[in-house]
């Protein structure tokens, strides 16, 4: 970690640059960035940077401030979950974050594995869930095994941050091969209709009492979008420390998600939600079931 000093003034005056560009609507969870304002009077940050998603100050921030988007998904998957609960069948989450649908997951009485490629991600969700999820794992697609369940889900778009199309295939098919006869899956996936909405997206700012994000978004290609994320946290101390990550999201033609998944066994659609929640344009998600025989 590398102390850098930087006027407060001079951040605060980018702030307001940012904000000025900006829409009011508020991100999803996965398309957040931003000040609003900030009074502090620390006058050093600590810096650091690494290629890793999510890693502690970024899960914290998602945590604190951009949970709605599950909460909006949740009574779609717990819908089409239901018919399991009476089974106690098994349900594996992929990219479960800091365990905000898991618990919503458990709370209805599902058996629960939640997993995510993020170490910083997974502690908070220990934290939230304590003893209540079967367990709590990392786990990270395409190559790790993936157990056998009854049903898979996911959403915040887990897929789009592997490395390439291939990869996300990849997953697919494993997910395929991993689910039980009859078993159900719900996943949310950005298409390339995510970016084409997103083309001229201005920077996003928004800060809170405990924590503050900014994130510029850029498109190098049709089918890739970048979030660069800057987040702070405050220190004991009452100074704040600021963090960066780089996030790149492969987008898909996801038409092409049903006929995958069909050659492996799962009979799915492609819609637009998982029941009646608005989800941000060029999401779409994918429900499907493991055929019997």
Known sequence: MI???EPLTDMWGRARDVD???????????????????????????VTTSASFYRHDLAVVHHRGFGFHAAACAPGILGLLAPLRAQQGLV??????????????????????????????????????GDRAEEVRQLTLPDDPLPRADAIVAVGH?????????????????????????????LDI??????????EAPQFAEVREDWAIITKFSMPTADRFVRDITTFLP???????RDSEHHENVLVDTAQIPALLRQHGVEAQVGASFDTETNPAGLRVVIGRKLTS
Request: aromatic share 6%; net charge neutral.
């Open 235 to 241: 220190n004991p101390d009452g100074s704040w420390r």
């Open 20 to 46: 000025r560009c900006l829409g009011r609507h508020r991100p999803s969870c996965y398309e957040a960035v931003g000040w609003r304002s900030l009074s502090v009077c620390a006058s050093l940050f600590q």
């Open 92 to 129: 594996l989450e992929l990219g479960c974050g800091t365990g905000l649908l898991t618990k919503e997951l458990v709370a209805a009485g599902h058996r629960v594995i939640a997993s995510d490629a993020s170490l910083a991600m997974l502690d908070v969700a220990r934290e939230l869930l």
């Open 3 to 5: 102390a850098v000093n």
């Open 158 to 186: 887990p897929l789009n941050y592997l490395p390439d199309a291939g990869a996300i295939d990849q997953a697919l098919i494993a997910i395929a091969g991993s689910l039980r006869p009859g078993g159900l899956l719900a």
């Open 190 to 199: 950005c298409d390339l209709d995510y970016g084409r909405a997103r083309r």
